[in-house]
């Protein structure tokens, strides 16, 4: 398969978009998966793996051979993921205490409806509901929780794709488990 | 609550990872069968770990190929240019030497339309004619440019007529007489004119 890729990619260098499609091909489902587990949204995930496949077209010459193809989109993917998260976070959060109040969260400001909110997680589906459950996660652990039990990559590719240490990607997985471990029993 | 040292915990994770010794594999194993506490964490870790990975395979919505392609910058004609260039450095080179040559020798193309003439001391200039009266012996070249020569006498050396006409009934060049109308012949010319003036470099050493 890396022998296939790097064909089309140094047809694509010659000036041949088309060959640029069997790329595509090959990793839209991979890509859109990631995209889709950091966002949780479907069009902001369809926005940003179009982006990615964008600018690894665009930068693709500087792409080394000699290294995984999909290691470089990945990493070109979750940069993108994290840059969106950042932006659109927002300023306040509902666990976050109001201020001049104790122990009043913003869930207690919200009009109380039927359902409280523990509730409502609980009648989830099981796929909204780990879907929820990651996009709790700070991204820093997102990220490398979706790599790993999503795309079940290795360490070492974790480790290449976010340019950080081993040892950084091991701690964070680490806590990123101890995180969700934590969300899951608080229910 | 827990007492435990956390190095088991660490020792949790590594075994998660799939990366844990002998040795700490051995030790938390051991401790586990007498700690319900990590019991209870390590099995919670576990659940968890079964738990994302039950995580359903998205895949792309079916357009995504397509709607890629259609957002990919056309490629600019000066990159195709640019990477032409850096690829083929001779052949670069070559085309530029021919530029800058073709461009100095056509420069010098008389397309101006202005009569010139070797001066000489006893030629005789009327209008845009040149004669060479009858009697006289001139030494040296004769270059004419946009105007006829009328040799009577004698030409003691080679005649180049350009974009004009050469007349002679009587005359005698001891050199050789040339007409020149085109842009080709004019190149032929210069070219031969340089081989020439080298040659007599030589010749003259």
């Known amino acids: 398969m890396d022998a296939l890729v790097n064909k089309r990619i140094k047809q694509v260098l010659k000036g041949d978009q088309n060959a640029y499609a069997d790329i595509v091909n090959l990793y839209q489902h991979k890509l859109y998966q990631v995209c889709f587990r950091m966002l949780g949204n479907k069009q902001e995930a369809e926005d940003i793996a179009q982006e990615a496949f964008i600018r690894a077209y665009i930068n693709l010459h500087s792409y080394d051979q000699n290294r995984k193809f999909s290691t470089w989109l990945y990493r070109i993917g979750t940069n993108l993921c994290i840059d969106r998260i950042r932006k659109k976070k927002p300023d306040y959060y509902l666990d976050a205490e109001v201020a001049g109040t104790e122990g009043l969260d913003m869930y207690s400001q919200i009009a109380a409806d039927e359902q409280s909110p523990e509730a409502a997680v609980e009648q989830m589906e099981l796929q909204d509901r780990i879907q929820y459950e990651i996009s709790r996660l700070p991204d820093k652990y997102r990220s490398v929780i979706v790599l790993k039990y999503i795309e079940e990559l290795s360490l070492q590719e974790i480790s290449e794709i976010l340019d950080m240490p081993l040892g950084t990607v091991k701690t964070r997985i680490h806590r990123g488990r101890e995180a969700l471990r934590k969300q899951l029993n608080n229910l | ?205």
């Open chain 2, 1 to 205: 609550m827990k007492t435990c040292a956390s190095k088991f915990v660490d020792y949790m994770h590594e075994y998660l990872d799939g990366d844990i010794s002998r040795e700490h594999e051995q030790s938390l194993k051991q401790h586990l069968q007498t700690c319900p506490d990590c019991q209870q964490h390590m099995h919670e870790l576990s659940d968890t770990v079964a738990f994302i990975k039950s995580a359903a395979h998205i895949t792309a919505p079916p357009s995504f190929e397509e709607q890629v392609i259609s957002r990919l910058p056309k490629r600019k004609n000066s990159v195709g240019i640019k990477r032409w260039f850096r690829q083929h450095p001779l052949l670069m080179a070559a085309a530029l030497f021919c530029l800058f040559m073709s461009a100095t020798v056509l420069g010098s193309f008389p397309n101006d339309n202005q009569f010139s003439v070797t001066k000489k001391p006893n030629i005789v200039v009327e209008g845009q004619t040149v004669t060479v009266p009858a009697g006289e012996v001139v030494k040296g070249d004769i270059v004419v440019k946009n105007g006829d020569i009328i040799i009577e006498g004698e030409v003691d050396g080679n005649v180049t007529v350009i974009n004009g006409n050469y007349m002679a009934s009587t005359a005698v060049v001891t050199g050789q007489v040339e007409e020149i109308d085109e842009m080709f012949e004019w190149l032929w010319f210069k070219i031969k004119d340089g081989f020439n003036n080298l040659m007599a470099v030589f010749s003259n050493k």
